[in-house]
């Protein structure tokens, strides 16, 4: 689509995916192994045929941008359009801030949008899995004449609190909405997903309306301008949780799952080491599993999904898990009902996820109580060790980090005793999103989230 700019949020710290974040942002986390949560938003862009788009990224920015690169993987690699990535920068007479929320951050790089001939602005958020063709949804905005269409979709009205919910009127025009409300009206709920008139996102854009839910569409539908819904009924989740990002990836090895990946008329496109093709060796048994380019298994994978490079050693056994890139499960272990992030080595005959899911995570008791155990980068988990359910294992613990200690029991902390800039940045992050799940308080800055810290982390491994 040709006059059509988009704009993605990608900037969000994602804190309630514990360790997942601790130093990438959460668009830069890998999902259904292969691929990086804004891979899914970019390749919409694409196969819309949108080939102007602009990425708004802050917290923990390298290993996305490392990611993104020129934009080839997507074919964004262009002299006119194509893709930029936008950082927060400093400026003369204006302070020295992170955004502030959704609309700050378009607001803080209108440059690009002013020196856009698109009369279309697409504002979407980077954190989220779905498969959507932006073309109705722009046909609909002009047909309409609106000034803002937002994406719609009913959800479970427990889970509403969570976003902006809103009443449709005739035509589908917006005639309530209530921005994360205690007790919703309604399960139809927005998805974070805009398209605006170029003139009508300028004249609503102020200084002092830092969110497009909180602030910008109340300021629209106060002031008589033309605000609509899109109904949209294709596949969409919020991998914001841990329950969640694990659900997600389990519900791809479903017969028939709700995303399909395999549609050659809708491609998801990444970045993509070469790599040498999986090998399943004779005393290997994989029952309904992803298993991704790189992977060598000789041991049992049942109901899991592995990112390139992982080993799976013989007799190891690997169970509703999901296991990130260049993770080593070795001889006799057995890992149940996981998520290891990356580079992490599993030693001999460990146990990983084991007993009744009784008691949630000690430190994390808000995100780690769904039986999960979740293991950071570069972990090392020694031989013989017994570690129960929603236990946090962080990243770079070492083996001596254990001591003498061979049962880790449900809910509990290992930590990287000889932290040193990486991690005590980590440890930053931990206390801060301690504190988070502490006081209730809500998401931030990327279609949900906004971002609070940098942690340092080597881009080329996040």
Same mark, same amino acid.
């Given at each position: =689509?040709?006059?059509?700019?988009?704009?993605?949020?990608?900037?969000?710290?994602?804190?309630?995916?514990? &360790?997942?974040?601790?130093?990438?942002?959460?668009?830069?986390?890998?999902?259904?192994?292969?691929?990086?949560?804004?891979?899914?938003?970019?390749?919409?862009?694409?196969?819309?045929?949108?080939?102007?788009?602009?990425?708004?990224?802050?917290? %923990?920015?390298?290993?996305?941008?490392?990611?993104?690169?020129?934009?080839? @993987?997507?074919?964004?690699?262009?002299?006119?359009?194509?893709?930029?990535?936008?950082?927060?920068?400093?400026?003369? %007479?204006?302070?020295?801030?992170?955004?502030?929320?959704?609309?700050?951050?378009? =607001?803080? %790089?209108?440059?690009p949008l002013l020196q856009s001939r698109a009369e279309i602005?697409?504002?979407?958020?980077?954190?989220?899995?779905?498969?959507?063709?932006?073309?109705?949804?722009?046909?609909?905005?002009? $047909?309409?004449?609106?000034?803002?269409?937002?994406?719609?979709? $009913?959800?479970? &009205?427990?889970?509403?609190?969570?976003?902006?919910?809103?009443?449709?009127?005739?035509?589908?025009? *917006?005639?309530?909405?209530?921005?994360?409300?205690? #007790?919703?009206?309604? /399960?139809?709920?927005?998805?974070?997903?805009?398209?605006?008139?170029?003139?009508?996102? &300028?004249?609503?854009?102020?200084?002092?309306?830092?969110?497009?839910?909180?602030?910008v569409v109340p300021a629209m539908l106060a002031g008589d301008?033309?605000?609509?819904?899109?109904?949209?009924?294709?596949?969409?989740? /919020?991998?914001?949780?841990?329950?969640?990002?694990?659900?997600?990836?389990?519900? &791809?090895? /479903?017969?028939?799952?709700?995303?399909?990946?395999?549609?050659?008329?809708?491609? *998801?496109?990444?970045?993509?080491?070469? $790599?040498?093709?999986?090998?399943?060796?004779?005393?290997?048994?994989?029952?309904?599993?992803?298993?991704?380019?790189?992977? #060598?298994?000789?041991?049992?994978?049942?109901?899991?999904?592995?990112?390139?490079? *992982?080993?799976?050693?013989?007799?190891?056994?690997?169970?509703?898990?999901?296991?990130?890139?260049?993770?080593?499960? $070795?001889?006799?272990?057995?890992? /149940?009902?996981?998520?290891?992030?990356?580079?992490?080595?599993?030693? @001999?005959?460990?146990?990983?996820? =084991?007993?009744?899911?009784?008691? @949630?995570?000690?430190?994390?008791?808000?995100?780690?109580?769904?039986?999960?155990?979740?293991?950071?980068?570069?972990?090392?988990?020694?031989?013989n060790v017994r570690i129960g359910r929603n236990v946090r294992?962080?990243?770079?613990?070492? *083996?001596?980090?254990?001591?003498?200690?061979?049962?880790?029991?449900?809910?509990?902390?290992?930590?990287?005793?000889?932290?040193?800039?990486?991690?005590?940045?980590?440890?930053?992050?931990?206390?801060?999103?301690?504190?988070?799940?502490?006081?209730?308080?809500? #998401?931030?800055?990327?279609?949900?989230?906004?971002?609070?810290?940098?942690?340092?982390?080597?881009?080329?491994?996040?």
């Amino acid at each position: =689509m040709k006059r059509v700019l988009a704009v993605i949020l990608a900037g969000g710290e994602g804190e309630r995916l514990s &360790l997942l974040s601790a130093v990438r942002a959460k668009p830069a986390v890998p999902f259904a192994g292969k691929y990086r949560i804004i891979d899914f938003t970019l390749s919409n862009c694409v196969n819309s045929d949108i080939d102007n788009v602009v990425v708004l990224t802050q917290y %923990n920015p390298r290993s996305l941008n490392d990611h993104l690169g020129a934009g080839r @993987p997507w074919d964004l690699d262009r002299t006119t359009g194509g893709i930029r990535t936008m950082q927060p920068y400093i400026a003369r %007479n204006r302070p020295t801030e992170w955004y502030r929320g959704t609309a700050d951050a378009v =607001m803080q %790089n209108l440059e690009p949008l002013l020196q856009s001939r698109a009369e279309i602005i697409l504002v979407l958020a980077g954190d989220h899995i779905y498969k959507m063709d932006y073309q109705p949804f722009v046909q609909a905005h002009r $047909r309409r004449r609106a000034d803002v269409t937002i994406a719609v979709k $009913r959800v479970p &009205l427990g889970d509403a609190h969570r976003f902006g919910v809103l009443a449709l009127g005739d035509n589908d025009e *917006v005639t309530d909405w209530q921005e994360k409300p205690r #007790q919703p009206k309604s /399960d139809l709920a927005s998805l974070g997903i805009y398209v605006f008139s170029r003139k009508s996102l &300028l004249k609503w854009l102020r200084e002092d309306r830092i969110d497009f839910g909180r602030h910008v569409v109340p300021a629209m539908l106060a002031g008589d301008a033309r605000v609509f819904g899109y109904r949209f009924e294709g596949y969409w989740q /919020d991998v914001g949780t841990v329950e969640g990002y694990w659900q997600a990836n389990m519900e &791809l090895l /479903d017969d028939h799952p709700s995303l399909d990946l395999y549609d050659r008329e809708w491609v *998801v496109h990444t970045r993509s080491e070469e $790599r040498a093709p999986a090998r399943i060796g004779p005393t290997a048994n994989v029952h309904r599993s992803l298993v991704s380019h790189g992977c #060598q298994i000789a041991g049992t994978v049942e109901r899991s999904v592995l990112s390139p490079g *992982v080993r799976i050693d013989p007799g190891a056994v690997v169970r509703d898990s999901v296991i990130m890139f260049d993770t080593v499960v $070795r001889a006799g272990a057995v890992v /149940d009902h996981a998520i290891i992030d990356k580079e992490v080595s599993i030693g @001999p005959n460990a146990v990983v996820g =084991m007993g009744a899911n009784d008691k @949630p995570n000690e430190l994390e008791p808000e995100r780690l109580y769904a039986g999960i155990t979740l293991i950071g980068k570069r972990a090392q988990i020694p031989a013989n060790v017994r570690i129960g359910r929603n236990v946090r294992i962080d990243e770079d613990v070492r *083996v001596a980090d254990f001591r003498s200690v061979r049962s880790v029991p449900t809910g509990a902390t290992v930590q990287h005793r000889g932290a040193g800039a990486e991690g005590a940045a980590a440890a930053q992050h931990r206390k801060r999103s301690t504190a988070t799940a502490a006081n209730g308080s809500g #998401q931030a800055a990327s279609g949900s989230d906004r971002a609070a810290s940098a942690a340092a982390s080597d881009p080329s491994r996040a």
